[in-house]
């Protein structure tokens, strides 16, 4: 069988390291498209990879036409790229065209115009979870505080059904709930910015929900989580942290576990089933 000729897509953050790392051990060559305006770990990524560009984001013609020059069967989008960029990025005539075709600019419609694209010169789309599978949990409750209270649990239950409805939506994956109320729904400004203003919010009872979409596309945009995460939900006064099980990655779980014991968070991992 031929291995595979893999490029990662590279935006913020060590998810793309991570990708790099579990796509060199298992002997495949490796192309690192890093985005200059995303990109964080690009040092470390050049030296894992065969053959190391970094391109605007905005330079969708230029990025196809660097996989094809390199013979690219595979492509995985990893890290963080905010959909704020469209509001200050020159883009090329590919990227404008490409953005032409979509009516409603989500983070969904977006991947998926790219995949098509992707598509059209051979490329497939390697499963964040075939590559992140190591880190993304199954349920368990990971710190020492734990969610025995049955307003919490109805908190989280509640969480669960709004965090997926709006997941359906394409508008975030991400809730934050305080007795019955919600506190604050991401949309644009991401993650972290939702835990922070919803824990502020609550005022010392509001637990942070993130969950995978309905329908989650495997290819893109799994929730994520990590340090950076907890840090924000801690420094606004709030409870906790509880996601989806099987299909949240997890950075650095161990540092994650150790932070929350130390600032008396809940961190567990669920179904809604399991509520």
Do not use: W
């Amino acid at each position: 069988m031929n291995k595979r000729r893999v490029a990662i897509i590279a935006g913020y953050g060590s998810l793309p390291l991570i990708g790099a790392k579990y796509i060199k051990e298992k002997g495949e060559y490796l192309l690192i498209v890093a985005l200059k305006e995303s990109c964080t770990l690009n040092e470390e990524l050049k030296k894992l990879a065969d053959e190391y560009y970094e391109i605007s984001v905005g330079l969708a013609g230029k990025i196809l036409k660097t996989m094809k020059k390199h013979n690219i069967t595979h492509a995985l989008l990893s890290g963080k790229v905010e959909i704020k960029l469209l509001h200050s990025l020159r883009f090329d005539l590919k990227a404008l065209l490409i953005l032409a075709k979509i009516s409603l600019k989500s983070t969904d419609s977006i991947n998926l115009a790219i995949i098509d694209e992707l598509k059209n010169i051979g490329v497939q789309m390697v499963s964040q979870k075939e590559v992140y599978s190591s880190i993304i949990p199954e349920s368990a409750v990971f710190s020492k505080r734990n969610y025995n209270d049955n307003q919490l649990k109805s908190d989280i239950k509640t969480g669960f059904l709004f965090a997926k409805h709006i997941g359906g939506l394409d508008l975030g994956q991400s809730i934050v709930i305080s007795h019955g109320k919600i506190m604050a729904v991401e949309s644009a400004e991401g993650t972290d910015k939702t835990f922070a203003r919803g824990s502020a919010l609550g005022n010392g009872s509001a637990i942070c929900i993130k969950t995978g979409k309905t329908n989650q596309d495997e290819r893109f945009d799994l929730p994520t989580v990590g340090l950076d995460t907890l840090k924000n939900i801690a420094e606004n006064n709030g409870i906790g942290l509880i996601m989806e099980s099987g299909e949240t990655i997890v950075v650095d779980m161990e540092k994650c576990i150790e932070y929350a014991n130390e600032h008396n968070l809940i961190f567990a991992a669920v179904t809604s089933d399991e509520i």
